[in-house]
């Protein structure tokens, strides 16, 4: 902040009412001394103005980045962070960073909330939480028992409904023969999975209900479809628990010759950019990442201005994006 006021012959108390943006200087002085600042490369010190704050304004964020529809999120949350004058800390879990060594890295940073959407493992539970701070769970892990789930607030996805709803549009469509391929553990698989079984059951399918284990990935979605691809008569539908599984799936069968919707209808989950490339243009449910933001950053600051006030379950729904790869189902010979 010298050099600038050396720069521009200007009072080190002056710049810095420029630079924090407070009332004081002219236009004149402000243009001057902002200009000098971007030419010497000038940037405030932010550790040393959240010292001398009370608040840090600073919202800790512990995710992973395996799934397409985190990092939509990540982008969403900056914007919602913004929008009430937060910043975000952020932590991953991944190969060699535990849960707790990216927990302990955001605490580090003077963080007043965390915001978790991941667990080590990829666990449909998250435990170990920290009690200095309030924590929001986002779009993923539900709190282990004895983490005090009661004053946990929570921003999920209306995954059940989602997917019954997916199920009704095949059917609509004529298909009976539908699968659905995704994990059975792990965040919202189960509820994924118990929608789709409630949605056939009420269709009157209940006795063609079957599910194929695999990972959220292309891997999982590969090796799926190869199983399917054995099959005779082979599904007429399937119904994935994300945009990777389904992407798999999809570019497997589509080299073995099969039509996409012709032979098989392929749904996917997340609506994230795997969803839109135009090859796949992939019919998928969609959550909005910026309304889960928005409700995860307001959740957290409520929070921080009532600790005690009664934990928040909130959800979230999704839409029923339809594309070119759901059709009508194909006749059986």
Known sequence: MQDVADRVGMSRPLVSIVLRGAPGASEESRRRVLA???????????????????????????????????????????????????????????????????????????????????????????????????????AGPGAAAGEGAEVLDEVRVENAAGVSEAVRHLVELGHEDIVFVGPTDGPNSGERRAGYEAAMAAAGLGARIRSLESPLDEVGGHAAARSLLDERPRPTAVLCANDRCAFGLAETLLRAGLDIPGDVSVVGFDDSAVARLPFLDLTTLRPDPLHMARLAIEAADRRIAEPRRPAEKLRVPVELVVRSSTGPAPARA
């Open 36 to 138: 000098a600042a971007r030419e010497i490369g000038y940037h405030p010190d932010d550790s040393a103005r959240m010292l001398r704050r009370r608040r840090s304004r600073m919202i800790g964020l512990l995710f992973t980045m395996r799934q397409p529809f985190e990092i939509d999120l990540v982008d969403a949350l900056y914007a919602a962070a913004a929008e009430r004058g937060y910043r975000l800390a952020l932590s991953h879990i991944g190969p060699g960073r535990t849960q707790r060594t990216a927990m302990d890295e955001l605490l580090g940073q003077r963080i007043e909330a965390l915001i978790a959407t991941a667990a080590d493992g990829g666990s449909g539970t998250i435990s170990d939480l920290p009690t200095t701070v309030p924590v929001v769970l986002l």
